[in-house]
């Protein structure tokens, strides 16, 4: 996908401005913004639930029930 920030095309993550999806290199070329990612990373994780799924360009995510996740009704 399209980075937000920088326009490369690369593997992109929702921690930028706003949820804004971003690069790696625009996620951690400086340390503000790696402080930035790092917030907003773990705001997402918290939101996410007790079990979660990482390792999508959506961030962590609510686990299905088949792994331990909660049902939402
Ligand atoms: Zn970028």
């Known amino acids: 996908m399209k980075c937000a920030s920088c326009g490369k095309v690369a593997e992109v993550r ?4 706003g949820g804004s999806l971003i690069c790696f290199d625009c996620a951690f070329g400086t340390p503000e913004s790696k402080k930035a990612t790092e917030k907003a990373f773990a705001a997402q994780l918290n939101a996410a639930g007790p079990v979660v799924v990482i390792g999508g360009e959506c961030g962590p995510v609510p686990a299905p029930p088949e792994l331990g996740g909660r049902v939402l009704s």
Not at 14 to 17: D, R
């Open 14 to 17: 929702p921690y930028g401005p």
